[in-house]
């Protein structure tokens, strides 16, 4: 559990970093003219330690006639972000920090308001500016300090021993494959990584590592401990599939045997009792010998609305469905993967059998092909293909 530092009674300046400001974004549609939360992220330095700080504030701000504070030249109901965020940084800059029990080692929480059952009072180094709308609620407004509930959590790298940690100080960025995915060389032996698990499995991406660098969120200069940053997978070649297809080098490839080499790999996956829920081209890669691999196992990048199969389209949560219907839509979201190869693959015989294979995997729940079925068919015709060639 995070340990909570002294409160410091004396006068110091505070030395703080503003970091991203953020307010609820409804009070428009509920045609209020303040948000009903704004928050401002912050670190702030004293002596030589650092503490992360989320300020909150809850409520809005009661509307007052425009006259009450004649210095400000703009009406409270048309204010615009950016002076409500310059308004709120310019009070949390006030804000004693010190007089509050911070947490160490996390991202502590102020929430405040002016709710009578918090009686805890805000403290602050002087009053805000006449022109500063805080400064009518300043004597109401308590405070109440907590974790955030929405703050990244690095895990310890020490609860992954079988992985190779990799410093990510380590790693050289080379460019960005989709939002939050990187290609990474490291710096001494240039070995190129994915940054952003199925151990040992053919078709299925493997794990090279974990990034790891020191806590974020530590208070104290001294405290080292490492934590995860990122997992690293295998750097595959070829591209994504999705790349093979939109270039059309799809023949540049023995493309034959990525139909069967998909299919196992989520086989294996269904028989641990799991499922992938996004199967398409964008989340296959291929690798240096040509060989197709199933990515994005973790189903983080949520289920693509037209990759899901009929049954399932108008799901909200289509993760949370039973293993069964799950399954079934990765048969179905396979089938039209093989339905997509064999249409960019021209007029070669094999093509015909994967059209006819794709029907199959995407046929209504009650007639829809097994995986094991289909591969099986498959297989006999890629063997009859490669004799006939």
């Known amino acids: 559990m995070p340990t909570a530092t002294p409160s410091v009674s004396f006068y110091t300046t505070p030395d703080i970093e503003m970091k991203s400001y953020c307010e609820d974004r409804d009070f428009r549609a509920e045609g209020k003219p303040e948000p009903n939360s704004r928050s401002q992220t912050l670190v702030y330095h004293f002596q030589d330690k650092k503490w992360w700080i989320k300020v909150t504030f809850r409520g809005a701000i009661s509307c007052f006639p425009h006259d009450t504070f004649p210095h400000d030249t703009e009406p409270e109901q048309i204010k615009s972000k950016p002076k409500r965020r310059k308004e709120f940084q310019d009070f949390v800059r006030l804000i004693n920090f010190q007089s509050l029990s911070l947490l160490d080692n996390t991202v502590t929480e102020v929430i405040l308001n002016e709710d009578p059952k918090t009686t805890e009072p805000i403290k602050l180094y002087r009053d805000p500016e006449d022109t500063n709308r805080f400064t009518r609620i300043i004597r109401n407004l308590r405070s109440h300090i907590r974790e955030d509930p929405s703050r990244v959590t690095y895990p310890p790298y020490l609860q992954f021993p079988s992985f190779r940690a990799i410093n990510a100080a380590e790693l050289i960025e080379e460019d960005e494959i989709t939002d939050g995915v990187f290609r990474v060389l490291h710096r001494d032996d240039r070995i190129p990584y994915i940054l952003k698990v199925f151990k040992g499995v053919t078709g299925i991406v493997q794990p090279a590592g974990i990034a790891v660098f020191n806590n974020p969120c530590a208070t104290s200069q001294n405290d080292t401990e490492q934590v995860i940053s990122g997992i690293l997978l295998?750097?595959?070649?070829?591209?994504?599939?999705?790349?093979?297809?939109?270039?059309?080098?799809?023949?540049?490839?023995?493309?034959?045997?990525?139909?069967?080499?998909?299919?196992?790999?989520?086989?294996?996956?269904?028989?641990?009792?799991?499922?992938?829920?996004?199967?398409?081209?964008?989340?296959?890669?291929?690798?240096?010998?040509?060989?197709?691999?199933?990515?994005?196992?973790?189903?983080?990048?949520?289920?693509?609305?037209?990759?899901?199969?009929?049954?399932?389209?108008?799901?909200?949560?289509?993760?949370?469905?039973?293993?069964?219907?799950?399954?079934?839509?990765?048969?179905?979201?396979?089938?039209?993967?093989?339905?997509?190869?064999?249409?960019?693959?021209?007029?070669?015989?094999?093509?015909?059998?994967l059209k006819w294979a794709a029907g199959h995997f995407t046929e209504d729940v009650h007639n829809r092909w097994t995986l094991s079925e289909g591969i099986s068919r498959q297989q006999i015709g890629n063997f009859v293909y490669h004799i006939q060639t």
């Open 234 to 353: 295998d750097y595959y070649s070829g591209g994504s599939l999705q790349r093979v297809l939109d270039e059309q080098r799809i023949r540049e490839f023995g493309w034959e045997r990525w139909a069967v080499q998909i299919g196992n790999a989520l086989s294996i996956i269904h028989r641990a009792k799991k499922t992938h829920m996004d199967i398409k081209p964008s989340n296959v890669v291929i690798d240096d010998s040509g060989n197709a691999v199933l990515i994005d196992i973790s189903g983080i990048g949520g289920v693509t609305h037209e990759w899901r199969a009929p049954e399932i389209r108008d799901e909200i949560s289509p993760i949370e469905l039973p293993f069964e219907t799950r399954r079934l839509n990765d048969i179905w979201a396979y089938g039209k993967l093989l339905a997509e190869i064999a249409s960019n693959a021209g007029d070669s015989p094999f093509a015909g059998t």
